[in-house]
């Protein structure tokens, strides 16, 4: 399960990217959400996931649909158009470094120097995969693509600390669903125009086999797997078993796209990974010997 979702999700990035050579952006990300709203739909029937949201607490889900979904992805797809599938997948894995860093500054988690050191390692693989050849070039569209990757980082992880009590309060799974089908509407009206403009005589098949992907397997069963995977282990095991993700993804670009591999790539992402490893791994490694001992 671990191992097809991880597939499915650095899927999503060769597939984005083979997609914005057909249609622009806003055009995809309207198409997108379009399926990706039926998929949902089906989804919370066939799990009969859609809970009653008290009064209350639709300020926050609409506050949460905004940032999961029309800001979130927006900077994804603009960031796409221009950057290649290994720095975005590399950019997406540092979302659990600045929820934690979010979640210090907010007084919801305490930070331990092994985290610190973490979060560090992970920065500093950014900064080298982002660096290059040695110097930034602002003037490169790779540079913006980047950038807008990294504000819809921050915008996820933004969504990941502030969706912990609707989540906590609801479930997961309810919670997503109902999350996501509110940013989808919402996010169509700004859409429309795009769509109404976009020459569709230059999109083939493959485009539109991309438009089904992103809306059916990374917006629904990706999160299917993904939530059947959080009751077999702890999220800490989760995130880990994640980590190879920015691999699989850069190999499979490599050989599908022709990007090419560089050693600050390599160097950068290992490090990335390691931090991510590091700051996890105290939580698996305690719950794991909390388990040894109620087993003896």
Known sequence: MMATHVLFASGGYLITKIAL??????TFGFWRFLVGIVSLLILAVVMNAWPKIERQD????????????PLNQLFFLVGMATT???HASLLYGTTAAFALLLGA???YERVRWLKIVAIALALLGLFIVVLGAGHVNTHTPSFFGDLWIFL?????ASYTVLGKPIVAKYGAIPATIVILLVGSVMGLPILIPSALVQDYSQVTWVGWSSVLYAGIISTAASYVIWFALLK???PSQVAILTTP????TTLLSAIFLGEVIRLPLIVGGLLVIGGIVMMEAPALISRTMIAYQRSK
């Open 105 to 107: 500054l907010l007084g």
């Open 58 to 69: 639709w300020k926050r889900i609409v506050g949460l649909a905004i940032l999961a979904v």
């Open 152 to 156: 819809g980082v921050l915008v996820w």
């Open 21 to 26: 050579r057909e249609f622009s952006a806003l």
């Open 245 to 248: 993700q920015p691999i699989v």
């Open 232 to 234: 077999r282990v702890d």
């Open 84 to 86: 290649v599938p290994s």
